[in-house]
């Protein structure tokens, strides 16, 4: 059974720094990414960093040089990390960590193994 978890969040003012972390146990990553999503509130879905596992990392355009992924790996469990730094209220959301995430129509969850999501919010 593929177990996603996330950890972190919570409240930071314009500026700040925050760091989520997200364990994955139970997936076999191969030919797959993994990463975090963010779901502002009332908006779409949207990737936010992906780490695949030759090493390939994209980010959304709009945290480009602000947040940085990293990925580690203990007996089979795997930690994807996301840095976020020089935050704005532009960056609030509920972000969620998945395992060969799909998003579809502007909604997450549409495939690949998600977890239950924790939210930032950034004041102005």
């Known amino acids: 059974e593929v177990q996603v978890v996330e950890s972190g969040g919570g409240s930071v003012q314009t500026g700040g720094s925050m760091r989520l972390s997200c364990t994955i146990s139970g997936f076999k990553f191969h030919d797959a990414a993994l990463g975090w999503y963010r779901q502002p509130p009332g908006d779409m879905c949207e990737l936010v960093s992906t780490?695949?596992?030759?090493?390939?990392?994209?980010?959304t355009d709009s945290v480009k040089g602000r947040f940085i992924i990293s990925h580690s790996q203990d007996n089979g469990k795997h930690t994807v990390d996301l840095q976020m730094n020089s935050l704005t209220p532009k960056d609030t959301a509920a972000y969620l960590c998945a395992a060969d995430g799909i998003i579809s129509g502007g909604h997450c969850r549409m495939g690949g193994y998600w977890g239950q999501g924790t939210q930032v919010t950034v004041s102005s």
């Open positions: 780490i695949s596992d030759d090493g390939e990392i994209i980010y």
